[in-house]
């Protein structure tokens, strides 16, 4: 045999191998490319931060080379591997209980996801050997929608979430940057959403734009989590329903969702306080019980004032004087 064609069959064997693992971890989908610079991302993210859609995400600004060349972020990295994990729930929340989004209801998913990716990465190097590599969760500068698109996972819909065609997009995505050829999967070449404009007519504050471009200082997501001032504008008022943390709002429009599984995780189960306490007993919380509550919740981010803040502001009253 071959030197080129032992490589290519020990490409295959690395690749079946980590798929496996990842499916033993529980995610949903993996997906696996070629590491290179992202030049078409790296021209819409300088257009989108030079027109202020960060808001005050400076973060956001931080790292721009490293965000689209992986091999500058990870040096020695060869391979992407893109990871999802489902987080659709079973349950709904009472009428009463003001809106957070799904992927709050359980556990924080940086905790949950790394654990796994940690766990994913042990067993590479177990089966493997001395392989490294680094994950990522939403904790890094990271094109994480992009890379899952060039594994073949999905498509970035109008609404900005990437979309798979068997479960929609209710999906957490994790990435592992490693430094190991493999066989890399096609990746996805043709956007489903089709002439669909849901998303964009649903969004009460106007912040999907065309071409698949978000604003992301008039999403309700931003100025519920990420706007750490102290009084949400004006010119939201009367814009944000019952939502007190995050939105779904464009993923529930989305015809593709229809076909969402609940999840299995149950890591990601919903706490009862979640899905039943009434807005004006969230009102009433003191902050001592927010905090041993949710110590390991994504409400946690947004802070007890934070919660404070939203819930006065969907109110439009003074909740605690």
């Known amino acids: 045999m071959s030197l080129k064609r032992a490589f290519i069959n020990s490409s295959a064997q690395h690749t079946a191998i980590i798929k496996s693992l990842a499916a033993e971890q529980g995610f949903t989908y993996c997906g696996i490319a070629r590491a290179q610079q992202l030049e078409e991302d790296a021209r819409r993210l300088e257009a989108w931060l030079h027109k202020g859609m960060q808001g005050s995400m400076q973060y956001m600004e931080n790292y721009f080379e490293l965000r689209i060349d992986p091999r500058k972020l990870v040096p020695g990295t060869v391979s992407v591997i893109t990871l999802l994990l489902n987080h659709f729930p079973a349950e709904e929340q009472s009428e009463a209980a003001p809106r957070i989004a799904a992927y709050a209801w359980g556990e924080d998913y940086h905790f949950v996801v790394r654990d796994k990716l940690n766990a994913l990465l042990q067993g590479i190097q177990e089966k493997i050997g001395q392989v490294q590599g680094r994950g990522f969760v939403d904790s890094g500068p990271v094109l994480e929608r992009t890379w899952a698109v060039k594994s073949g996972l999905g498509w970035v819909g109008k609404n900005g979430n990437l979309i798979t065609r068997k479960q929609g997009s209710y999906f957490f995505i994790a990435t592992l940057l490693v430094d190991l050829e493999l066989a890399y999967d096609d990746p996805m070449a043709k956007d489903y959403c089709g002439s669909c404009t849901r998303c964009i007519e649903a969004c009460p504050t106007d912040a999907i734009l065309p071409d698949k471009v978000i604003d992301g200082s008039k999403c309700i997501s931003y100025f519920t ?40 995780e149950h890591r990601f189960d919903p706490l009862p306080e979640i899905l039943e306490l009434s807005t004006h007993e969230w009102a009433l919380m003191e902050e001592d019980a927010f905090k041993k509550i949710f110590g390991r919740s994504p409400l946690k981010r947004t802070k007890f004032s934070g919660i404070q803040r939203n819930l006065r502001f969907i109110q439009n009253k003074e909740i605690r004087e």
């Open 225 to 264: 989590i990420e706007l750490k001032d102290q009084l949400i504008p004006d010119a939201m008022a009367g814009k944000f329903g019952d939502w007190m943390f995050g939105c779904d709002i464009c993923q529930e429009v989305c015809p593709w969702n229809r076909f969402s599984n609940p999840h299995t």
